[in-house]
């Protein structure tokens, strides 16, 4: 049992070898703790700036969803059972579902999103060429099912493991793995496609 | 890249996107840690206010009657009831008679008093 009646910044070392847990954490925010605020803002908070990120694939948006995710975080503090799950599988779900709820709202007028090409300038399907090139990935990811996007983000980009998204996304270790497979999959035909479209190089 | 070689080299290849992504991960910028941390500080701080001290049960039935001014207009009201069914001005009539005047016959027959003053009157 951690000793928690001393704030968590003071009990730790130059070297860190005292680390208090995101729960912890959580429990000496909830007493009224700025520290804490802080030291959790640090660690969860580029976590799920990285998953909506690449998830929506703005960068306004994803920085609006993180301070959203962490203010219900902030909200929640009081109510936080320990042990029951781990605070990041808690906010990785809540990222998530703030991610599709942009999602559901864009995807009505996806397509004025668009920009009309213009004369004398760089075609639409050029410009989508030079994007996609610089992070071709973001393209391929786009273009998946939410749920095989979810299961590929965080399992080959945030590297958890797969029984923690079982958890952060609500189904089963086995359906996460075949999430992940069949998620590959469908890059894999996309990156193929794309390659004649987008004229890839060798190398 | 070459997408359109073996299946082995294409999971190689998109393993090597992957870790290229891991690489490029974005780091938190500073104006967004101090939204968070201004939204943490709003909790915190609120969560800190003293609760309001619990109010007694008499204070919520005034609450409930609207307060000392309707309650004034209550107890006025009242007491008035109960003076003019104390003793009623002149010209009110009498409230008894108004309750009970069968009784009141009733009471003047048995005595075997003359009541022919009472049928006139009706």
Redesign the interface.
């Known amino acids: 049992m951690e000793d928690l009646t001393s704030p968590p910044h003071e009990l730790r070392g130059a070297s860190g070898a005292v680390e208090y847990s995101d729960d912890a954490l959580l429990r000496q ?2 007493k ?1 703790d ?1 520290v804490a ?2 030291e959790l ?2 660690r969860l ?2 976590r799920c ?2 998953v909506a ?2 998830m929506l694939g703005n ?1 306004a948006e ?2 609006d969803v ?2 959203d995710a ?2 219900r975080l ?2 929640m ?2 109510n936080w059972v320990p042990g029951q799950a781990k605070v990041s599988t808690w906010l990785y779900r809540v990222t998530l579902n703030l991610c599709v709820d942009i999602q559901r709202k864009k995807r009505p007028d996806s397509l004025d999103d668009v920009p009309e090409p213009e004369d004398g300038e760089l075609s639409a399907v050029d410009r989508l060429q030079d994007a996609a090139r610089k992070d ?3 393209a391929a990811l786009a273009q998946l099912p939410d749920r095989q996007r979810q299961a590929v983000i965080l399992r ?2 945030e ?1 958890l493991p797969n029984p923690e998204i079982a958890g952060i996304m609500g189904v089963s270790t086995e359906a996460v793995e075949s999430l992940i497979a069949r998620g ?1 999959r469908v ?2 035909a996309i ?2 496609e ?2 004649d479209e987008l004229g ?1 190089e ?2 | ?4 070689t073996k ?1 082995a080299d ?2 190689m ?3 090597q ?2 870790a ?3 690489q490029t ?5 500073d104006d ?2 101090v ?3 201004t ?3 709003e ?2 701080l609120d ?2 206010k003293p609760a309001a001290p619990p109010r007694s049960i008499w204070a919520r039935i005034l609450d409930g009657l609207g307060g000392w001014q309707s309650m004034g207009g209550l107890v006025a009201a009242s007491a008035a009831g109960v003076w003019i069914g104390l003793s009623a001005p002149g010209f009110l009539p009498d409230p008894a008679t108004i309750i009970y005047p069968q009784e009141t016959s009733f009471v003047v027959a048995d005595l075997g008093l003359d009541t022919t003053f009472l049928e006139d009157a009706e």
Do not use: C
């Open positions: 925010f909830a009224g700025a605020a802080r803002t640090d908070a580029p700036l990285s990120m690449r960068r994803a920085e993180t301070q962490m203010m902030w909200q503090a009081p071709a990935l973001q080959h980009i590297e590959k890059l894999m990156m193929v794309r390659q890839y060798d190398g | 890249m070459n997408w359109g299946m294409n999971d290849d998109l393993n996107l992957f290229q992504a891991r991960r974005p780091e938190l910028p967004l840690a939204r968070i941390l939204d943490a500080e909790v915190r969560r800190l």
